[in-house]
């Protein structure tokens, strides 16, 4: 396609524990300008309160780095630092809070979820719970400790004790420490949570044994079985009936209902946990077990119809409702339906950006719409190229998916939409890796203004074939035309004196093709020009290029 695509473009006009442990706010840090004194720690409270995470933790950090100790300043740089994931950087802030005052027990409780929320980011990232995830819940359950053994109603602090012991599965103390929370605390629904979790253990173990060869399955055992069914199902309940908003309450009391086989039952919980929060980590693969495509697009349709009409609700959030609607129309093979339900969706939020990957699939293969493909891929091209790539490289499809996305780029190319031909070449290139495809991406990317990205994707089309005359050329016809600094040209420069050379060894070359000579013949003749006009303007301009050029 390289030696193609100039001439024709002349001829046209994306463990169930520790899900509830916590969550996570992922955040860059971008760099802080350098302040001091009253100033630095204003800046700090202010980003702080303009929820900018990342740069407040950078202001307190180096506040804390300064020697900073005074109590407000340290409670709240723990407290943006805990949000910001910094768990490490926010231990260290809240050990001298503690040291520097003892008896505060914000710090002291603080010190303890810090150490659970680091613990639960460790086993949720390693799926096990390995050494480093069980001494962070000990050193929380240390903490926990130690404060309400002289605090023994901190409700905050026995609570992260009952939560920690849970997670590294002591159940005995777990369940000493959500009884003493539903003695102290009984209008509270942490408790009566915790207690849930620990019999909806007991409960699946319980099935599961029943499930065995030769289980027992007398009187006994089956009362056990419903005995810490329905101790699972009064604790959840209360829980709700407490604080009706308690997600996490909802949504288990939907898992232990799907285990129990209640569908209806399940699905109305889980329902109540996603207008909560679309978010809420439900059995979305339960779901479609259990409901035939029409009736599972009526639910997700309604649940979204209904959360959006809520105040405060949140589109990024509703994508994912919208998303399993999609899903639902596609298994109807209601394309049309569900391409345009993956277009709400990803315009909902980018990170649902895949979904043009299959609006493009359907409106190609299953309603044979190149202009809808086209647009779908377009869309899927510019948001996220580099995700565009992966997904098609995992593909079972891969090899007829790549033919597909060259089809529709030269289509965009036919139709005069650079833009989209770009992009989608940008695509093409991340995902076949070769020469040609760099190439032609750099070329598109020239064409439309990005000479920035053009001039990255022809060095990386050097990377790969590195004797090519042609390639030299077009790099440095960026660095001549475009980059114009004094460094720019002078690589120019070397770049046309080696493509004349690469060009006229192909040109010696008997065993090359005539298609190589000729291409050859162009790139002398291009080097040559080019090498002379850049050598005219370096001596007209022997400290760089004009500034108002």
């Given at each position: 396609?390289?030696?193609?695509?100039?001439?024709?473009?002349?001829?046209?006009?994306?463990?169930?524990?520790?899900?509830?442990?916590?969550?996570?706010?992922?955040?860059?840090?971008?760099?802080?300008?350098?302040?001091?004194?009253?100033?630095?720690?204003?800046?700090?409270?202010a980003a702080y309160s303009a929820g900018k995470l990342?740069?407040?933790?950078?202001?307190?950090m180096r506040l804390f780095h300064a020697g900073a100790a005074d109590r407000d300043l340290l409670r709240t740089g723990a407290e943006c630092l805990e949000k910001n994931q910094r768990f490490n950087d926010a231990l260290d802030v809240l050990a001298r809070g503690k040291k520097q005052f003892p008896d505060d027990e914000v710090f002291r409780v603080a010190l303890a979820r810090v150490y659970n929320l680091k613990a639960a980011g460790l086993l949720k990232?390693?799926?096990?719970?390995?050494?480093?995830?069980?001494?962070?819940?000990?050193?929380?359950?240390?903490?926990?400790?130690?404060?309400?053994?002289?605090?023994?109603?901190?409700?905050?602090?026995?609570?992260?004790?009952?939560?920690?012991?849970?997670?590294i599965g002591k159940w005995e103390e777990a369940k000493q420490q959500a009884?003493?929370?539903?003695?102290?605390?009984?209008?509270?629904?942490?408790?009566?949570?915790?207690?849930?979790?620990?019999?909806?253990?007991?409960?699946?173990?319980?099935?599961?044994?029943?499930?065995?060869?030769?289980?027992?399955?007398?009187?006994?055992?089956?009362?056990?079985?419903?005995?810490?069914?329905?101790?699972?199902?009064?604790?959840?309940?209360?829980?709700?009936?407490?604080?009706?908003?308690?997600l996490i309450a909802h949504y288990k009391?939907?898992?232990?209902?799907?285990?129990?086989?209640?569908?209806?039952?399940?699905?109305?919980?889980?329902?109540?946990?996603?207008?909560?929060?679309?978010?809420?980590?439900?059995?979305?693969?339960?779901?479609?077990?259990?409901?035939?495509?029409?009736?599972?697009?009526?639910?997700?349709?309604?649940?979204?119809?209904?959360?959006?009409?809520?105040?405060?609700?949140?589109?990024?959030?509703?994508?994912?409702?919208?998303?399993?609607?999609?899903?639902?129309?596609?298994?109807?093979?209601?394309?049309?339906?569900?391409?345009?339900l993956y277009t709400l969706s990803a315009s909902f939020n980018?990170?649902?950006?895949?979904?043009?990957?299959?609006?493009?699939?359907?409106?190609?293969?299953?309603?044979?719409?190149?202009?809808?493909?086209?647009?779908?891929?377009?869309?899927?091209?510019?948001?996220?190229?580099?995700?565009?790539?992966?997904?098609?490289r995992a593909s079972s499809e891969r090899e007829s998916v790549t033919q597909l996305i060259d089809f529709l780029a030269r289509q965009a190319m036919n139709k005069n939409n650079l833009p989209a031909s770009r992009d989608l070449n940008r695509v093409l290139a991340a995902l076949v890796d070769t020469a040609d495809a760099w190439n032609n991406y750099a070329f598109m990317a020239r064409e439309s203004g990005q000479f920035d990205a053009s001039e990255k994707a022809y060095r990386h089309a050097l990377e790969i074939e590195p004797t090519s005359g042609q390639l030299?050329?077009?790099?440095?016809v960026i660095l001549h035309f475009h980059k114009r600094t004094v460094e720019?040209?002078?690589?120019?420069?070397?770049?046309?004196?080696?493509?004349?050379?690469?060009?006229?060894?192909?040109?010696?070359?008997s065993r090359a093709s005539k298609a190589r000579k000729d291409s050859a013949r162009v790139t002398v003749r291009d080097a040559g020009n080019n090498l002379r006009d850049l050598r005219a303007l370096m001596k007209q301009f022997p400290k760089g290029p004009p500034k108002n050029k």
């Open positions: 396609m390289r030696r193609n695509l100039r001439a024709a473009l002349s001829t046209i006009d994306l463990s169930a524990r520790v899900r509830d442990a916590a969550l996570l706010l992922l955040c860059a840090t971008p760099a802080v300008a350098q302040v001091s004194g009253e100033d630095f720690r204003a800046r700090a409270f990342a740069e407040a933790s950078d202001l307190f990232s390693t799926g096990k719970l390995d050494t480093n995830a069980v001494f962070n819940f000990q050193d929380a359950i240390r903490e926990a400790k130690e404060l309400l053994a002289t605090k023994p109603d901190n409700r905050d602090a026995r609570l992260i004790l009952a939560n920690s012991y849970y997670t009884d003493e929370l539903v003695k102290r605390f009984p209008a509270h629904p942490g408790g009566h949570i915790v207690l849930g979790d620990l019999a909806f253990e007991h409960f699946k173990l319980h099935r599961q044994k029943l499930n065995q060869k030769g289980a027992d399955t007398t009187d006994a055992t089956m009362q056990k079985v419903a005995g810490a069914r329905e101790s699972a199902r009064n604790s959840y309940s209360e829980a709700i009936r407490l604080d009706p908003e308690r009391l939907g898992d232990l209902c799907a285990w129990n086989g209640e569908t209806k039952q399940a699905l109305a919980h889980y329902r109540a946990a996603l207008l909560l929060d679309p978010n809420a980590p439900v059995s979305h693969s339960w779901v479609a077990s259990s409901l035939d495509p029409a009736a599972r697009y009526a639910y997700y349709e309604q649940l979204g119809k209904d959360y959006l009409t809520k105040p405060g609700a949140d589109k990024s959030k509703a994508a994912l409702l919208v998303w399993y609607a999609a899903n639902a129309q596609a298994a109807q093979k209601k394309y049309l339906e569900a391409e345009q980018p990170s649902y950006a895949q979904g043009h990957y299959y609006a493009m699939y359907y409106a190609y293969y299953n309603r044979k719409d190149q202009d809808a493909a086209l647009l779908h891929a377009a869309r899927y091209a510019a948001a996220a190229p580099i995700e565009f790539a992966d997904l098609v030299m050329n077009d790099l440095a720019s040209w002078r690589e120019a420069e070397r770049l046309y004196v080696a493509a004349g050379k690469a060009a006229k060894s192909v040109l010696a070359d």
